[in-house]
């Protein structure tokens, strides 16, 4: 792997994005969006007096954009200010040629000629890495975030395989999130945390049983489900078509802002799959699913395994049974 570091001015940076040269499109990469309003006019201010800030990490390859592997927040929220798409919280005016300019509440048209031509001019360090392996890729990923505050769920990348990372990144982009999950919960990656959940579902028996849903046991899951993907390459991606096709079908039946509880939705899939793979018919499931989803707050029987502890085995463990015997009496 080759590494190239150099400064860019604002200015130059954000034509590239605009050009589509460069893309905030990676597996490893979170969302857009993710920082606070306070923390996007932190940056911006420090910026305007030229404090350093960490270096943007883009992988380079050949007929491609330049894919930002860390730094996202950081540029996107440039971009964003630039397209006056935010204004600045409160900040202390700034000073340019002994002259103060005021910077709160103010978006990148409202400020002062000068300021702007300050931000336009200021420069980012971008690191630009060739020939880069996936296994570069992860490793470096890794280190670079080595104690910054990732949760539980964007921490289990580094466990994975290539071939997981791809395919749980090919399934966040699935109509069913967007339709479910809020804002927040996408920034949080929860989206992941479902599909590693419902894989958890789909793969247990007999020889391995599903057990609960704490971070421990699912970093074991993803790491031993990477040796699988090694070891029956041609089994699990037909499992993943599966499901593949089975989020789809879920993504076209719920709407936009459907109200489900995050517990809920690695059952959906579980069943859906279910539906699939038994060939049974999906019109009895969605039947079914839907008047579950409108009752189960006073379904007893499911609901002893919603309260407290709900990643405990006895809960998980519960609620899987639950469903699981629902699927086989459709």
Same mark, same amino acid.
């Given at each position: 792997?080759?590494?190239?570091?150099?400064?860019?001015?604002?200015?130059?940076?954000?034509?590239?994005?605009?050009?589509?040269?460069?893309? /905030?499109?990676?597996?490893?990469?979170?969302? *857009?969006?993710?920082?606070?309003?306070?923390?996007?006019?932190?940056?911006?201010?420090?910026?305007?007096?030229?404090?350093?800030?960490?270096?943007?990490?883009?992988?380079?390859?050949?007929?491609?954009?330049?894919?930002?592997?860390?730094?996202?927040?950081?540029?996107?929220?440039?971009?964003?200010?630039?397209?006056?798409?935010?204004?600045?919280?409160?900040?202390?005016?700034?000073?340019?040629?002994?002259?103060?300019r005021k910077l709160s509440g103010k978006k990148f048209s409202e400020l002062d000629p000068a300021v702007k031509?300050?931000?336009?001019?200021? $420069?980012?360090?971008?690191?630009?890495?060739?020939?880069?392996?996936?296994?570069?890729?992860? *490793?470096?990923?890794?280190?670079?975030?080595?104690?910054?505050?990732?949760?539980?769920?964007?921490?289990?990348?580094?466990?994975?395989?290539?071939?997981?990372?791809?395919?749980?990144?090919?399934?966040?982009?699935?109509?069913? /999130?967007?339709?479910?999950?809020? $804002?927040?919960?996408?920034?949080?990656?929860?989206?992941?945390?479902?599909?590693i959940e419902s894989l958890m579902m789909i793969d247990?028996?007999?020889?391995? *049983?599903?057990?609960?849903?704490?971070?421990?046991?699912?970093?074991?899951?993803?790491?031993?489900?990477?040796?699988?993907?090694?070891?029956?390459?041609?089994?699990?991606?037909?499992?993943?078509?599966?499901?593949? $096709?089975?989020?789809?079908?879920?993504?076209?039946?719920?709407?936009?802002?459907?109200?489900?509880?995050?517990?809920?939705?690695?059952?959906?899939?579980?069943?859906?799959?279910?539906?699939?793979?038994?060939?049974?018919?999906?019109?009895?499931? /969605?039947?079914?699913?839907?008047?579950?989803?409108?009752?189960?707050?006073?379904? *007893? $029987? /499911?609901?002893?395994?919603?309260?407290?502890?709900?990643?405990?085995?006895?809960?998980?463990?519960?609620?899987?049974?639950?469903?699981?015997?629902?699927?086989?009496?459709?």
């Amino acid at each position: 792997m080759e590494t190239t570091t150099r400064p860019r001015v604002v200015h130059s940076a954000m034509n590239d994005i605009k050009k589509g040269k460069i893309s /905030f499109k990676h597996k490893l990469q979170r969302r *857009e969006g993710v920082w606070t309003k306070k923390q996007k006019s932190l940056l911006i201010d420090s910026l305007l007096k030229h404090y350093p800030t960490n270096p943007i990490y883009l992988v380079v390859e050949e007929g491609e954009p330049k894919r930002v592997i860390d730094g996202l927040q950081r540029l996107s929220t440039i971009k964003d200010y630039t397209n006056d798409e935010f204004t600045l919280s409160t900040l202390d005016d700034i000073e340019i040629d002994g002259v103060p300019r005021k910077l709160s509440g103010k978006k990148f048209s409202e400020l002062d000629p000068a300021v702007k031509e300050e931000i336009s001019g200021a $420069e980012i360090v971008l690191c630009e890495l060739r020939d880069a392996t996936d296994k570069d890729i992860i *490793e470096l990923f890794s280190r670079i975030n080595n104690g910054k505050p990732l949760n539980s769920t964007q921490k289990l990348t580094t466990f994975m395989s290539v071939e997981l990372i791809d395919i749980i990144s090919s399934m966040v982009e699935n109509l069913f /999130f967007n339709n479910v999950l809020t $804002e927040k919960q996408l920034n949080d990656s929860v989206d992941v945390d479902i599909i590693i959940e419902s894989l958890m579902m789909i793969d247990s028996n007999k020889d391995r *049983e599903l057990k609960s849903f704490t971070a421990g046991e699912k970093r074991k899951f993803v790491q031993y489900y990477s040796e699988k993907f090694k070891e029956e390459p041609d089994n699990q991606y037909e499992k993943m078509d599966k499901i593949s $096709e089975g989020l789809n079908r879920l993504g076209n039946h719920f709407e936009k802002d459907t109200k489900m509880p995050k517990l809920l939705m690695p059952l959906c899939i579980y069943g859906m799959y279910r539906m699939i793979k038994d060939n049974k018919s999906f019109e009895k499931y /969605f039947n079914w699913l839907d008047d579950f989803l409108a009752g189960y707050e006073n379904n *007893e $029987e /499911f609901l002893q395994y919603c309260n407290s502890g709900t990643t405990s085995a006895a809960k998980v463990q519960g609620r899987f049974q639950y469903f699981r015997s629902a699927m086989h009496d459709l």
